[in-house]
T-cell receptor, first 114, second 113 residues
Framework: EPEVTQTPSHQVTQMGQEVILRCVPI?????FYWYRQILGQKVEFLVS????????KSEIFDDQFSVERPDGSNFTLKIRSTKLEDSAMYFC????????????FGEGSRLTVL | QKEVEQNSGPLSVPEGAIASLNCTYS??????FFWYRQYSGKSPELIMS????GDKEDGRFTAQLNKASQYVSLLIRDSQPSDSATYLC?????????????FGDGTTLTVKP
């Protein structure tokens, strides 16, 4: 069964360092998303990406965040200068064409900022 | 007021019983409603989607939607220990961004053998 894959599964970094989280969405999907979940809290929308550009972003997604689709398969989230409060599980999700909104999540990348 | 509110857990039911999970939402323009299951430390997994008023059944799961009451629920029949997880209600608030979902806090279900 096709799945969304994410790397790394866990990354520990020092405050102020740059982090890149990688995702390979399901191959025939066209819409890509990043969500995050701080430990013990709800899943929150960060950004959506379609046709090689951001279609929507939340207020969490400030200037320190960026997304990119550098090739035909990868979808990355970059955090330029990490803060302690960026510690969370970051989920990549994708969906196919149509307007159903059903998301397929990757297993997540746990980011720990020290 | 929370945008998506779920009944506070944890919820504990014996094996074989019906588990009932409830969710209310604030945006009357919402069009799409989802239930995800999240095991501890894992990612959300879609188990049900519903788009129109009424009931939708899939195996042991039934989703119910009442847009007038801004209410969506999930019933799990013949609950199994493997159903023990946190259940997330997610709502698409009617924006053109179909994949932008607003999630509730989740209800943790424990099914006791």
């Amino acid at each position: 069964e096709p799945e969304v894959t994410q790397t790394p599964s866990h990354q520990v970094t020092q405050m102020g360092q740059e982090v890149i989280l990688r995702c390979v969405p399901i191959s025939n999907h066209l819409y890509f998303y990043w969500y995050r979940q701080i430990l013990g809290q709800k899943v929150e929308f960060l950004v959506s990406f379609y046709n090689n550009e951001i279609s929507e972003k939340s207020e969490i997604f400030d200037d320190q965040f960026s997304v990119e689709r550098p090739d035909g398969s990868n979808f990355t989230l970059k955090i330029r200068s990490t803060k302690l409060e960026d510690s969370a599980m970051y989920f990549c999700a994708s969906r196919g064409d149509g307007n159903t909104g059903e998301l397929f999540f990757g297993e997540g990348s746990r980011l720990t900022v020290l | 007021q929370k945008e998506v509110e779920q009944n506070s857990g944890p919820l504990s039911v014996p094996e074989g019983a019906i588990a009932s999970l409830n969710c209310t939402y604030s945006d009357r323009g919402s069009q799409s409603f989802f239930w995800y299951r999240q095991y501890s430390g894992k990612s959300p997994e879609l188990i049900m989607s519903i788009y129109s008023n009424g009931d939708k059944e899939d195996g042991r799961f039934t989703a119910q939607l009442n847009k007038a009451s801004q209410y969506v629920s999930l019933l799990i029949r013949d609950s199994q220990p493997s159903d023990s997880a946190t259940y997330l209600c997610a709502v698409n608030g009617g924006s053109t961004n179909a994949g932008k979902s607003t999630f509730g806090d989740g209800t943790t279900l424990t099914v006791k053998p």
